[in-house]
Each structure stands twice: as C-alpha cells, then as structure tokens.
C-alpha cells in the first residue's frame, strides 16, 4: 500500500536532484496518523511496487480467475463489475476469456493504466473512476459483482461499508452474485507482523509497523518506503477494518444478500515475504433475492400496461416434489420478468396473492390493457382449477393471452383429446379408460403399456414404475398410481411407444400469424439400459434422478413425417379452440408412425423449458418468445398496432413451417 500524501515523481526527477522525501521517524501512536480518506491519494506507482508480487502477477490473476468462475458459475452471457478493480488485470482477464466485465476503481492513476492496457491489447473494455459507494450504474444491470484484493473495509465506520453492500444490491440483478475477497480479521488479530521490512526491487525497500486501533477493529500500517539512491520516498499511514466471518456474514444479511458461502484462499506470492492483510484471506460469496425495479418507458409512446398473473409461492403446490415454491421456482420467476424488462414499450404489475386475485384484478379493470396469464399452476395452486383464472377474466371483461376456459377443460381431460383426434382422424395410441370406480378391467391391448392419470399437469403421476410388461405388473401399477393420485381420479392405460418422443409448439393463432417452432425430440441416450425411455415426472422434478439427464435436441424427421405432424397439430390447434401459443407432444411407434399423447394448451413458459428451447432453436431468445406471445394475443385482440409493434418479439422467423392448413 502506498501513501495518500505522496504522488508519482516526474521521471526525470531523479537528474533534477529533487529533494527525497522527509519520514516523521519515530511515532507512538500509528493511529493518530491516519487520515479517514486515506485511501484517495494512495494506490499509485508506489503500489504496484509494495504489493506487485500478490496485485501485479499475470499468472496469480489467471490462477484468481480461474477459482472465481469456478465458484461463482459464470456464464459467458452474464454481465461482470470488477469493482475496486484497480489497474483491471480481473477484469481484463475475464475479457479475454470472453466474459462481459467492466471495472471501476477510484484511483485516477489505475484506471489509467488499465485503459492503456485494454488499448495495447485491442479490447473494448469499460472503465470507470468512481466512488463505490455512489455506484454510476443502473439498478439491475449486473450479474456478478467481483471485489477483489482485499479492497473492503477502508472507511472509518461499519456503516460506510455497508453503503458499498447496498449499492452493489442495487446494480445487481435478482439472484445476481457477489464475491468479496476478505482479509480473515480474526487471524490477523492475533498474527499480524507489528515491525518488518522486505525488498520490492533491486534498488527499493519497505518497512512496515503495524498496530491494533484503539477499539481493536482495525490493523493500523504504516509503510517507509526507500530507494537505496535517493533515501525516502514515502512515509505513509493506513488504515483497515478487520472483519471475522461472522461479521461479514451479518453485515451481508443487513444488505439483503443469502446463501452466504465462506472458500478459503491461499494466498500466492513470488517474493513470499510480508504478505501483511494479504496473508489470510476469505472468498465469500453470496445471493441476492430481490424483485426488479420499477422501469420507466421514455419518449412520448405509451407503454401498454399488462398485469401478469402466476401461481401463488404462499400457498402448497402439491405438484412440486416438496409441495411448495423452492428456489428454482423463485429464479424461474426472476427469469421471467428479466425477459419480459428486455420488451420495448411494456411496464408489468405482477399478481401471484391468490387470496385477493378476484379484488386485485377488478382493481385493475380499465388501468390496464390485458393480463399475461402464467398461472399454470391454476387457481390456489390447484391444477383443476387451471380455468378458473380465464373464468375469472372473462366474467371481469379483462382481455388475456392463452386459451380460454373451455379449451382448458377440453386438454385437460386425456381421454376427451384422444376422442376428439380419432374423430379428425389423427392417429393416437392404443388405449384403454379405467374409472375410479373400476375394479375389473380389460386393457386390451398388447404389452409394454404405460398406466397414468386421465386428468393433470405437470407429467403428475407418471414415473418410471408407470410402465407394465405383464398382465401383473398392469394390476400393480395401477394399484400403485391410485394410491398416489387417489381413488377418485380416472386413469388412462396406453400402449407404450417405443419410437423417437417429440413435441411440437406453436405460438400464434389461426386467423393470423401463426409460427410452428422447430420440432424437438428428447435424447434418452445418458439413461441406463434398463430404464423406460419416458419423460415424466422425474425429469422435470428430480436432479438426482437418471432422467434429469434427458435432453432436448432438433427433431430428426423424415420430411414427410414431420408435414403429418405439423399439420395435424395446426388442426387440432384450431379445434381445440387453443389460443396465442400450445404445445403437442407426440410418440413415433416401432416402425416411426407418429400418435398424438396430448395436448398442452397452458405449456410452461419458464426460460428452461420446451417451448423455450424450441423457440432458442429457430433463433428466438426467451425474450423474443414472450414477446411473440404478447403480440399474438394483441392481435387477436385486435389492439392497434402501432409502427413497428413486431419489435418486441421481432427475432423470428427462421422457422421450419410456417401457416399450414389441415
């Protein structure tokens, strides 16, 4: 560290016989000598020099680099501040490996050099002086946030450092990470050097004392620094808070952050002398759950205003494996909104309190042009009451996208949608229906076949136990899937494909645009030999499970194939009555006929999901999807469109079919 009072020499100050600085020898007191800004004037030349073998070490960067990616599971897509970055070799090396950083450091001189070594390198690499406690960024705008070297703690007051804690809440996105780098306090408390003096250069040295402050909270230094030519040229004091992990661990929560996280870190030096607050450190990592900021939409356009409704976290959801909303239904939701922000000339108003749905909806009868409803989860958590919500719409006089009630009622019944095919003359499997009350039953049909219930979401129900190859395994699972769904519900016994799994989404409406997304099928390729090939519950609920290993990938269909399906999809869309976006998944039998398995008119929107994925193949971002979905909906409202209204869902159409007849 280097001193506030003490600049960098000219450097022809050494033939001018400028005079060598002066040292105040002897004090009896470090702490009298520290200025509370002490930290404005001292990361200079000096710096680099005292501390270059821990803060100016190509190799010690990229070996920090490495751990950080590591621990904080960067993605390349996501946005890094490298605060308190100094002369940016973070951030500069996070950029060559192709991550999104930018740094800010107070220090005029640091900057300096790291925009110089952008330019040689030919980077384009933002940096920025700054104070970061008055953070010059917008809320909402980072992934990560890097403080690195030991940089927190400076200020004379707990306080000031929690300013910098809820600045870097601000500028992070929900579920957005920060890492701090940390001198462990509580072991420098008691092995801190109190005199020592080491060699930075062949021609320069550094004695360092070091006492506790009054209250015992901060390591006071002092550094003499002296050149073997011109005697001394800095004698400079600091200042830095010692913080334990349980101190960092309260002063995060006071900020809002959880998941707090403590990595030890060796620290790396080629001279391995005085490693002073560098010797023991902490990487301390940390989440941030927090709603979006509000946005404003600039110029004169207005902003359609859309109420989003979604299930309600408060309330179980018996379809989740622990009956209630968890972390990644909480990141799915953040998810969400991100993408629906990214939609030019929107604000949203979110609804997820079921209890007061019905009041805060007729509320917002005439404020707000239509609802986005996402509540898949259905009224109250409760998958049968998936119609309730465009019920309740519809009875308000609210317009909203997707389909209508009776589309609902119609899809969610297995049995009626496999009636209604037949009767189109779409093909569909084999299949035999068991009411609650049946005892005794004839199935019918030859073997493997695969028992789930009639009616549900979510693939409820359906697991890698549903499947029977015999006459007694059929009597068992069904046995067993009642017990699990209960005796009052109807089960639907199926003959189980054995050829390629594929689904089919559409976003759209007949009497308009209409996109038919490219065809996926799922790659069971990672699965055990000895398993079903099916996508049930397991791979959409359970990590641990050998079926969350199930991938999505392109449809390899012959042509003529793929034409069958689509078309067959686009008529049942329309006879469905299904509206705005739906998704149909299909089974291919041994000799690669495809059958339709169902009907999904309410798919999952989440940014991990089929329709997304489907959407990401034809070059639509999750964004995009949501966007095309908001302008199928208007459309079909038949809301004015105004110049260049396709702008929020514009990445299409680098589709595979796009409006076909039946």
Same mark, same amino acid.
């Given at each position: 560290m280097t001193d506030e009072t003490h600049t960098d020499e000219p450097p022809d100050s050494r033939r001018k016989g400028k005079h060598q600085k002066r040292t105040l020898g002897p004090v009896p007191d470090l702490e009298e000598h520290v200025k509370s800004d002490w930290w404005k004037g001292i990361f200079n030349r000096l710096y680099l020099k005292t501390d270059g073998d821990v803060v100016d070490d190509q190799q010690i960067t990229r070996s920090e680099i490495d751990r950080i990616t590591r621990v904080l599971h960067l993605q390349p897509d996501e946005k890094v501040l490298d605060l308190c970055c100094g002369q940016g070799r973070h951030t500069l090396e996070l950029a060559r490996r192709g991550y999104s950083a930018e740094g800010l450091d107070q220090s005029h001189y640091l900057i300096q050099r790291a925009r110089s070594t952008a330019k040689k390198e030919g980077m384009q690499v933002r940096f920025r002086e700054g104070d970061a406690r008055r953070l010059p960024y917008r809320a909402d705008t980072y992934d990560a946030v890097l403080v690195l070297g030991n940089s927190f703690g400076y200020f004379d007051s707990v306080e000031e450092d929690l300013r910098i804690l809820m600045e870097l809440r601000r500028v &992070?996105?929900?579920?957005?990470r920060v890492l701090l780098d940390v001198a462990d306090g509580e072991y420098l408390k008691d092995h801190f050097q109190p005199r020592s003096w080491e060699w930075i250069d062949p021609a320069m040295f550094v004695c360092r004392e070091r006492s506790l402050s009054l209250d015992g909270q901060r &390591?006071? %230094?002092?550094?003499?620094i002296t050149?073997?030519?011109?005697?001394?040229? =800095?004698?400079?004091?600091y200042a830095e808070r010692l913080y334990t992990a349980e101190n960092l661990r309260q002063l995060l929560e006071r900020a809002g952050f959880s998941g707090i996280t403590f990595h030890d870190i060796a620290t790396e030096s080629r001279r391995n002398q005085d490693l002073g607050m560098m010797e023991r450190r902490h990487i301390v990592t940390a989440v941030l759950r927090k709603e979006w900021s509000t946005t404003k939409v600039r110029g004169g356009e207005r902003a359609k205003h859309v109420a989003v409704l979604l299930g309600d976290?408060?309330?179980?959801? =018996? &379809?989740k494996p622990s009956c209630v909303f968890d972390d990644d239904d909480f990141y799915t939701i953040d998810q969400m909104k991100a993408a629906l922000r990214e939609l030019k000339g929107y604000r949203f108003t979110y609804l997820c309190k079921h209890d007061t749905m019905i009041q805060d909806l007729a509320k917002l009868k005439g404020k707000v042009d239509y609802v986005l409803n996402l509540c898949d989860e259905g009224f109250n958590n409760d998958p049968r009451r998936e119609l309730h919500v465009p019920a309740l719409l519809e009875m308000l006089g609210i317009p909203y996208t997707g389909s209508g009630p009776q589309s609902l009622a119609f899809c969610y019944d297995k049995s009626l949608v496999r009636g209604v095919a037949k009767e189109m003359g779409i093909p569909v499997p084999d299949a035999c229906f068991i009411t609650p009350g049946d005892r005794t039953y004839d199935a019918g049909m030859k073997l493997p076949a695969i028992v789930k219930p009639n009616t549900g979401d979510s693939s409820y129900g359906i697991t890698q136990k549903s499947v029977a190859n015999t006459l007694e395994d059929l009597a068992d699972v069904i046995n067993s899937l009642r017990a699990t769904v209960g005796y009052d519900h109807s089960l639907l016994v199926e003959e189980f494909l054995t050829g390629k799994d594929i689904s089919v989404g559409i976003i759209g409406n007949p009497s308009g645009y209409c996109t038919v997304l490219p065809i996926t099928e799922e790659d069971y %390729?990672? &699965?055990?030999?000895?398993?079903?090939?099916?996508c049930g519950y397991e791979a959409k609920w359970l990590p641990d499970s050998p079926y969350w290993k199930i991938v999505s990938r392109p449809a390899n269909l012959p042509e003529e194939t793929e034409k069958v399906v689509v078309r067959c999809c686009l008529a049942l869309f329309e006879r469905l009555e299904c509206r705005d976006y739906c998704r149909f998944d299909w089974r291919l039998d041994e000799h690669g006929n495809p059958k339709l398995l169902e009907v999904n008119p309410n798919p999952g929107w989440c940014w991990d999901g089929h329709l997304a994925k489907m959407a990401k193949y034809a070059g639509i971002s999750y964004s995009g999807m949501l966007g095309q979905i908001l302008k199928a909906a208007e459309e079909r409202f038949g809301m004015e469109q105004e110049t260049g209204a396709r702008e929020a869902g514009k990445e299409s159409l680098p589709l595979d079919i796009t409006r076909e007849t039946a």
């Open positions: &992070l996105k929900p579920w957005g &390591l006071i %230094s002092r550094e003499v050149d073997v030519d011109r005697g001394v040229v =800095a004698d400079q004091f976290p408060t309330r179980p959801d =018996a &379809l %390729s990672a &699965l055990p030999p000895e398993l079903p090939r099916l």
